[in-house]
């Protein structure tokens, strides 16, 4: 068997318990430990014998570790953690707030190249494998539109930022596309169709004793990058109804571009229907992760995205085995 590609996991909520359950399905990866702020005594890893460390133990892991996967939310999370750990590792993240991805990459960049490292920013399926549809699609009809749907499903980064709110103790936040905008996007007469008529977003949130829930609702609403430009429904329900009812984590959606080539409409659509939300993206991470690895090895450094790196090298197959494969 090829070098194992050694994967450290850095924050263990759902996406870190993806990150975990993927390398085992790869044969060229080991996992090399997770990462923690909380105790890591208080921590049960999905597999038998992943070895769990606490954050302060991070720099000591350098030489043991050859692509670190960032686990933590794009809200507060990895702002602080992106450009903190490039430094020290190869990095791989999904940070997703689209509006802040340009000064994101500058920060993880500037750090990466400081520490001789490679970062891979904003990978998983949105930002990711739908930005590079979005790509192809504008760069094969360059006459046309393009939509991007999401749902109906759990928005990990927007439920993590309802729950870093003051007086919520726990919280689900669901993106529902519109069906008529989604019409409209494929016969051709989606041009000008705004924000609010392509999605709705739908949040359940468990107040905290005591919160002012027209405050929390305020706050919600008007959050921006995150609910601002989206018709919004907050509803408040009990810590049991969440329990019973929003535990699942299902998501999708897809990628549309309508063009014209010489008078013929043409149609490209890309499409996602995931039962689980987390462990997708975290599998989209990991396939990055290889990359990052790779690209380091070849002496690569600082930031890079889904745009600059060649699909070839996700694939533990040998380019040899992917022209005659898959080609």
């Known amino acids: 068997m090829s070098e194992q590609i050694r994967i450290g996991i850095a924050g263990y909520g759902n996406l870190g318990r993806g990150v975990e359950a993927s390398v085992a399905q790869n044969p060229d990866m080991t996992l ?55 430094a020290i590792f190869n990095t791989v993240d999904s940070f997703d707030t689209h509006a802040r991805i340009p000064e994101y990459f500058a920060e993880v960049d500037a750090a990466a190249k400081s520490g001789g490292k490679v970062a891979v920013i904003s990978t ?66 989606g041009a000008g169709l705004t924000t609010a008529e392509m999605h709705t977003r ?18 919600i609403v008007n959050m921006p990058h995150y609910f601002d430009e989206y018709e919004t429904t907050v509803n408040f329900i009990s810590a049991e109804e969440l329990a019973r009812d929003h535990t699942e984590m299902p998501h999708g959606g ?11 409409r043409q149609l490209i659509e890309y499409g996602l229907t995931l039962e689980d939300n987390p462990g997708f993206t975290a599998s989209v991470l990991v396939a990055y992760a290889r990359a990052a690895h790779r690209l380091a090895k070849a002496g690569d450094r600082g930031a890079r995205t889904v745009f600059d790196i060649a699909p070839g090298l996700l694939s533990p197959r040998s380019p040899e085995e992917l022209r005659a494969g898959l080609l």
């Open 32 to 86: 090399g430990g997770v990462f923690t702020r909380r105790d890591p005594g208080s921590i049960e890893t999905g597999l038998p014998g992943t070895e769990v460390f606490g954050w302060g133990s991070l720099a000591e892991h350098a030489d043991r570790i050859d692509v670190m996967v960032l686990c933590g939310g794009s809200k507060d999370d990895l702002p602080q953690q992106g450009p903190e750990l490039a």
């Open 124 to 189: 998983g399926w949105d930002p990711g494998v739908f930005s590079i549809n979005r790509l192809f699609g504008e760069a094969i009809l360059p006459e046309g539109t393009t939509h991007t749907f999401w749902g109906r499903g759990v928005s990990q980064g927007h439920s993590d930022a309802l729950r870093r709110i003051d007086g919520v103790a726990g919280a689900v936040q669901y993106t529902l596309p519109a069906a008529p905008a989604i019409e409209a996007a494929r016969n051709g007469s």
């Open 202 to 219: 739908e949040c359940f949130v468990v107040l905290e004793e005591g919160a002012d829930p027209e405050q929390v609702r305020a706050t």
């Open 254 to 264: 897809f990628v549309l571009r309508g063009g014209d080539t010489g008078g013929q």
